[in-house]
């Protein structure tokens, strides 16, 4: 159980275009996902926290107009990276909990999205 | 502030020995919760092994087990009879409320 998909797993895109990445909780309702991102051999930097249908909250230094998140339900959170540049480059990692789950203090992780802009 | 403190950036074991990595944090809460989390070379994060702080029992997972030590706010984790795919990225985490903090990671090998 307590199973968190990504899609795409791997995107390659111009300059300048949009990316949209989708986190969706499989088998358990989601009310908090976590959008992180991780460069090579570094930890997971938290990039916002959304609970489903409201704003996300995003950490200080992250750029709310370019990294637009939406939780508009309860097993689906998506991560639009807009106007992309090379230095968005990066590995995104979504991670959903609930406290509905037995479980329920654990965030359970998608297998990431590797974002290549050229 | 929270913060999570691995001081091992990479550790190795022999094959069926067993590794200790070591993890502390700072925090005023007294209700938070503990991770250990493992990053493969696929990036996937599995959860390895997890401890509420106000249990004074040390979790344990089959070969992997925690020394919670709440006062010195330490939590090592112990990996008994290492197995070649024990190989990855451990990250150890924190969580207090909606709150998640990660270490830096402790990557280690396993020498068969």
């Known amino acids: 159980g307590a199973v968190v998909s990504q899609h795409p797993s791997w995107v390659i895109c111009k300059s300048g275009t949009s990316v949209k990445i989708e986190c969706r909780s499989l088998?358990?309702?989601?009310?908090?996902m976590f959008w992180y991102r991780q460069f090579p051999k570094q930890s997971l930097m938290l990039m916002a926290t959304s609970n489903e249908g409201s704003k996300a909250t995003y950490e200080q230094g992250v750029e709310k107009d370019k990294f637009l998140i939406n939780h508009a339900s309860l097993t689906l959170s998506t991560l639009t990276v807009t106007s992309a540049h090379p230095e968005d480059s990066s590995f995104y990692i979504c991670s959903a909990w609930d406290k509905a789950l037995a479980d329920r203090d654990t965030q359970y992780f998608g297998p990431g999205t590797r974002l290549t802009v050229l | 502030a929270q913060t999570v403190t691995q001081s091992q950036p990479e550790m190795s074991v022999q094959e069926a020995e067993t590794v200790t990595l070591s993890c502390t944090y700072d925090?005023?809460?007294?209700?938070?919760?503990l991770f250990w989390y493992k990053q493969p070379p696929s990036r996937q994060m599995i959860l390895v092994i997890r401890?509420?702080?106000?249990?004074?029992q040390n979790a344990t997972e089959n070969r992997f087990s925690v020394n919670f030590q709440k006062a010195a706010k330490s939590f090592s984790l112990k990996i008994s009879d290492s197995q070649l795919g024990d190989a990855a990225m451990y990250f150890c985490?924190?969580?207090?409320?909606?709150?998640?903090?990660f270490g830096t990671g402790t990557s280690l090998t396993v020498i068969p």
């Open positions: 088998d358990f309702q989601a009310t908090t």
């Open positions: 925090t005023s809460e007294s209700d938070y919760y």
């Open positions: 401890q509420e702080a106000y249990k004074q």
């Open positions: 985490a924190y969580r207090s409320g909606n709150q998640f903090y």
